[in-house]
């Protein structure tokens, strides 16, 4: 798991923190230069070359690889004595860096690594510790010394610092402390009460208990107090002292809204946990509905980091998370199953075959909920019909699919 603490680095360790950055961005870039003068001196056709220019690579070059590249670092040293400024190990791993890039093109198909411009590293891995880094109310860094560390929560004593990240975000600078214990965590299995959630632009969601939250809208809120900022930043000169101390405070004010949003993220993650022990959500991409009309207010909301905290979250605390097709889920009964289409201006849902009415994104919840019971079910799970204890509004009789095709395919011959 990953612990991130907030520190306060002095001036002299900032601007290491600062060069070593600078350095390790000027590794990252050698390193790609020399994987695209690779690539592109076999590019060129077999019998002739290009007009303007080629690029001249011995045929038996090897490639630059990640083991070639960290070898060569120890000369480069020696040519360049500002590479011996920053740690080995913190070196080592921009290289590495790179290659992760490099194989999330070639087998994930990501997009091609692209050079780093000023300012655009912005953390630095320390990899390995041989004891605990966090002493008292300090976090010691080689080269660094002590930095003071707001250690909010402490480090579970059964848990080993393995890793220490140092990012700056916004001028803020802060810990990423990686912390390991050697034990088998099981999966949480289905079990007690399930909840279904519903997620949407006029509700934040909406549960199969009817329990509405409503959306917040992070940036809407400051929205003008950040056109403010912005304005005044495209009226300050570009590299000048007074375009940079307003740059921070635009990028503050972009940082204070995504705390403000992943902090409210965890609490409603935590209050389904509360309520439910089985949390369904629908299987969307919201990537693909952030490109639409409404995609400002789909950034907004987050719900795709929502979704994600709430599957951590359930999994931290033995709780069961699971994904249903989104399909069709605002216009099913979900107490007979049957197909009520109404307009996105109708917020309530009414059943013109078995009469019940309910919070049009309550009933879809309720669906949700109902296709998560059904997939379990079918998974061949045990212990699923504790679920239907409570008397659940929006279950109808029976769950099996088999008896809810039947149930529709009655309604639509009446209907007929």
Known sequence: MNYRYRIYPNITQEQLLFEWMDVCRVAYNYGLREIKDWCNGRSCLVDRCSISHEYIIAADAPFPSEVNQLNALPKAKK?????SEVPSQVLQQSIKQLHRAWEGFQKIGHGFPRFKKFGQFKSLLFPQFQENPVVGLNIKLPKLGLIPINLHRPIPSSFVVKQVRIINKADVWYASINIQCDVSVPEPMPHGHPIGVDVGLEKFLATSDGVLVK??????????????LQRRLSRKKKRSQ????????????HHTIDNTRKDFHFKQAHALCDT?????MEDLDYRTLAKGMLGKQMLDAGFGQ???????????????????????????CPECGAEVRKDL????????????????????????RNRGIELISTAGHV????AYADGLPGTGETQSRSKSKTRKGATRKSQK
């Open 79 to 83: 040519v360049f004595p500002r590479l």
């Open 215 to 228: 959306s917040p809208k992070f940036l809407k809120v400051m929205q003008s107090k950040l056109k403010l």
């Open 242 to 253: 007074n375009y940079e101390k307003q740059r921070i405070k635009v990028a503050r004010l």
């Open 276 to 280: 439910g022990d089985m949390v369904f």
């Open 306 to 332: 929502f979704r994600t905290i709430t599957k951590y979250v359930c999994w931290k605390r033995g709780k069961f998370f699971g994904e249903v097709s989104a399909r069709g889920t605002s216009i099913e």
């Open 345 to 368: 201006s109708v917020r309530v849902h009414h059943c013109h075959s078995c009469n019940y009415t309910t919070d049009r994104d309550v009933a879809s919840s309720q669906v949700i």
């Open 383 to 386: 212990g699923i019909q504790n």
